[in-house]
């Protein structure tokens, strides 16, 4: 149980396009997830918490017009990476939680990630 | 600020024996501790989460939570080449967000 996949797991694009990543949760349904950005060598950065139904709340420091994230269902969210430049080249890793009753429902279970490198 | 202490590491350790990592965190109200490992380009799974004092084991994996010194640790027996990895401690603070340290890199020398 407590799946998560994530698609694209590799996507290469041109400076100035817009990414468009999937996160799922395929055995529960989440009510929350959340989206990481991880950097070689470090720690993972939560970037945005987003709730079905409802506009994300994003960590100090990130830009919500550059990251779009849409929470539509109980088992779908998208981050979308607008006008992409070299430097969002990063591991973009979604989370989800939620599920059952009580303390679990903090456990979160990761997705496999998505590499997105932008030339 | 809420913060979450790792060894970064290297540890190396051989196989077969056990390996010790350990975690610190700053905030004595937290009631949420998890272990993730996470292997070289892959994103972390989990271990084991953790509420109450003391110990809980599953299968190889101890992890140990001591509130009043504000640690936990992961206790890996019979270390195998396989658990090789970086494991990352993550921390709930109150109702707030899970928050990660840097991790500790194992190394299990065959």
């Known amino acids: 149980g407590a799946v998560v996949s994530q698609h694209p797991s590799w996507v290469i694009c041109k400076s100035g396009t817009s990414v468009k990543i999937e996160c799922r949760s395929l055995?529960?349904?989440?009510?929350?997830m959340f989206w990481y950005r991880q950097f070689p060598k470090q720690s993972l950065m939560l970037m945005a918490t987003s709730n079905e139904g409802s506009k994300a709340t994003y960590e100090q420091g990130v830009e919500k017009d550059k990251f779009l994230i849409n929470h539509a269902s109980l088992t779908l969210s998208t981050l979308t990476v607008t006008s992409a430049h070299p430097e969002d080249s990063s591991f973009y890793i979604c989370?989800?939680?939620?599920f059952g009753s009580g303390k679990y429902q903090e456990t979160q279970y990761f997705g496999p990630g998505t590499r997105l490198l932008v030339l | 600020q809420k913060e979450v202490e790792q060894n970064s590491g290297p540890l190396s350790v051989p196989e077969g024996a056990i390996a010790s990592l350990n975690c610190t965190y700053s905030?004595?109200?937290?009631?949420?501790f998890f272990w993730y490992r996470q292997y070289s380009g892959k994103s972390p799974e989990l271990i084991m989460f953790i509420y109450s004092n003391g110990d809980k084991e599953d299968g190889r994996f101890t992890a140990q939570l001591n509130k009043a010194s504000q640690y936990v640790s992961l206790l890996i027996r019979d270390s195998q080449p396989s658990d090789s990895a970086t494991y990352l401690c993550a921390v709930i603070f109150g109702n707030e967000k899970l928050t990660f340290g840097t991790g500790t890199r194992l190394t299990i020398i065959p």
């Open positions: 989370s989800a939680g939620g």
């Open positions: 905030d004595r109200g937290s009631q949420s």
């Open positions: 055995d529960f349904q989440a009510t929350t």
